[in-house]
């Protein structure tokens, strides 16, 4: 083969490896994207044995029945906040949130005995029972009403809009971890309709008026905001 053939051999099958590693890495990247995402569904409740404090870090052990299943670097979601496992012994494992994290959330106001919703990551495959979650709270929200609406309960929470986040009705929202769907929605406040059995099942029935809440809004609706506000800055 003269060399000016050989080298457009060599060169196409390199281009060619190029493109099949590129490929590759785009599917790892969405596999690690999906190894850290939620649904909104919650497992278990959690009950928040200690807290401790190192510099303006809190470490908080959380005792749960998850604990056996857990591992170290495992992602868990707490009340809708996405923490990582660093420690385990028995039925209670270890996490720690940064002064970011106590400072936007709901977790600066943590209490020794305090319940939480409890959510790991979701695995390659499983189904999307909720909607797509990241654990990455966007404000906080305050219980303003709750109501009994013959067998549901109906939560109303009021929210800062001056950050920019809405709700739309029969949009996805999540709050404190729970994948909900908004019944009813303004600017700045918004409700939900809870089912007995999601009432049971998460720190709903722990809820009273005043309380404050996480809130993770549609990723889906943040994007779509962003990209309108970005078209009206070009108008």
């Known amino acids: 083969m003269e060399t000016p053939i050989r080298i ?31 649904t909104g569904i919650i497992e278990k409740i959690g009950s928040v044995a200690k807290i401790t404090s190192q510099g303006k870090n809190r470490h908080f052990f959380i005792e749960s029945e998850l604990a056996s299943e857990l591992k170290i670097d495992q992602s868990v979601a707490h009340n809708g906040v996405c923490l990582t496992v660093v420690g385990i012994e028995g039925n209670i494992y270890e996490v720690v ?22 959510e790991r990551a979701m695995k390659l495959g499983d189904r999307l029972d909720g909607h797509i979650v990241q654990g990455h709270v966007d404000q ?3 219980c303003h009403l709750i109501e ?6 109906v939560f109303t929470f009021h929210y800062d809009p001056s950050l ?12 404190n971890g729970v994948s909900l769907t908004v019944v009813g929605s303004q600017k700045g406040a918004f409700s939900v ?8 099942h998460t720190c709903f029935h722990t809820l009273r008026v005043g309380d404050k809440v996480n809130l993770e809004f ?14 009206e800055l070009k108008i």
């Open 193 to 200: 309709a809870v089912i007995p059995y999601t009432y049971e």
């Open 8 to 38: 457009f051999v060599f060169s196409l099958i390199f281009l060619l490896i190029c493109i099949a590693f590129q490929r590759v890495r785009l599917k790892v990247q969405k596999y690690v994207i999906l190894l850290k995402m939620f």
């Open 164 to 175: 920019g986040n809405m709700t739309i009705e029969k949009g996805s929202i999540t709050v």
């Open 140 to 142: 906080t929200a305050v």
């Open 148 to 153: 009994d609406a013959q067998g549901s309960r």
């Open 97 to 118: 949130a940064i002064d970011e994290t106590l400072q936007k959330t709901s977790l600066g106001t943590w209490q020794v005995g305090d319940k939480v919703n409890l």
């Open 218 to 231: 549609d990723v889906i609706g943040k994007y779509v905001l962003a990209k309108v506000g970005a078209l």
